[in-house]
C-alpha cells in the first residue's frame, strides 16, 4: 500500500530559528496537505497544495508540492514556542467521481522548541 | 464555535465490553470519518460516510462498526472490545469530498484491559 515517509522524526530547536520537514512517498498524489497536532487536541490543517510544482504560504509557513506530485516539504521561518506539536504530511489520491480516494498520512515530525 | 464534538473523552473497557465513540459536527459537512492513532503508526482510517446514509469501510474496519445517524452525526461502536483496540480515537468531517481537508475533534482516549 501507499506509504509516506515523514522526517525529520524529531527536531529540537532554538526560537527563532527556521525549521525544515519533507514527506515523499512511491506513489503520486493528487493534493498534498500538512497537518499540525497539539497535545491533547486534534490535526489542524494548516496548508493545502493541489498542483505539482505549488507553493503557498500561511504566514510563517511554506509549503510546496513537490515536481514529480510524489514529494512535498513544510517550512517553518523564525520558530516560537507555540510552534510546538507534531506536525504531519498527508497525501490525497482522486478515485474519480463519487469513489473516495485514500488519504495517507505520514508517521509526524515532532518539533520542540526551545525558548 | 463547536466543529466537532466527540464523546467520552477518556474512556476504560475490559476485554469483551462494548462502548459507543459519539460524533456530531456543527459545520453541515456531508462526510464524516473515523480514525485511530497509535504511536508510530500515524493515522488509520477505521470508517467513513460519505454522505447521510452511507457508510463504507477504511483500512482498518475489523471490530468496529458505524452509524451514520444524521448529516450531524456519526458513531463508532465496539462490540466486544479487546487490548488491540487500544488507542486514540478521532472523529472528523469535510465540507469538500475527496481533498483531504478534515476537521477533526478533540480525540477520545480508550483503552482496553
Known amino acids: 500500500g501507499q506509504q509516506l515517509n515523514q522526517s525529520p522524526q524529531s527536531m529540537f530547536i532554538q526560537e527563532g530559528e527556521d525549521v525544515s520537514m519533507n514527506c515523499t512517498s512511491s506513489?503520486?498524489?493528487?493534493?498534498w496537505l500538512w497537518y499540525k497536532q497539539e497535545p491533547g487536541e486534534g490535526p489542524v490543517l494548516l496548508i493545502a497544495?493541489?498542483?505539482?510544482?505549488e507553493l503557498t504560504s500561511n504566514g510563517r509557513l511554506t509549503a510546496q508540492f513537490g515536481i514529480t506530485r510524489k514529494d512535498s516539504f513544510l517550512n517553518i521561518s523564525a520558530s516560537i514556542p507555540s510552534d510546538v506539536g507534531i506536525y504531519f504530511c498527508?497525501?490525497?489520491?482522486?478515485?474519480?467521481?463519487?469513489?473516495?480516494?485514500?488519504?495517507?498520512f505520514g508517521q509526524g515530525t515532532i518539533l520542540t522548541v526551545h525558548p | 464555535n463547536a466543529g466537532v464534538t466527540q464523546t467520552p473523552k477518556f474512556q476504560v473497557l475490559k476485554t469483551g465490553q462494548s462502548m459507543t465513540l459519539q460524533c456530531a459536527q456543527d459545520?453541515?459537512?456531508?462526510?464524516m470519518y473515523w480514525y485511530r492513532q497509535d504511536p508510530g503508526m500515524g493515522l488509520r482510517l477505521i470508517y467513513y460516510?460519505?454522505?447521510?446514509?452511507?457508510?463504507d469501510k477504511g483500512e482498518v474496519p475489523n471490530g468496529y462498526n458505524v452509524s451514520r445517524l444524521n448529516k450531524r452525526e456519526f458513531s463508532l461502536r465496539l462490540e466486544s472490545a479487546a487490548p488491540s483496540q487500544t488507542s486514540v480515537y478521532f472523529c472528523?468531517?469535510?465540507?469538500?469530498?475527496?481533498?483531504?481537508?478534515?476537521?477533526f475533534g478533540e480525540g477520545s482516549r480508550l483503552t482496553v484491559l
Open positions: 472528523a468531517s469535510s465540507g469538500r469530498w475527496n481533498t483531504g481537508e478534515l476537521f
Open positions: 506513489s503520486i498524489f493528487n493534493t
Open positions: 497544495l493541489y498542483k505539482a510544482g
Open positions: 498527508a497525501g490525497q489520491t482522486n478515485a474519480g467521481g463519487t469513489s473516495y480516494g485514500k488519504l495517507t
Open positions: 459545520m453541515n459537512h456531508n462526510s
Open positions: 460516510s460519505a454522505s447521510e446514509g452511507t457508510t
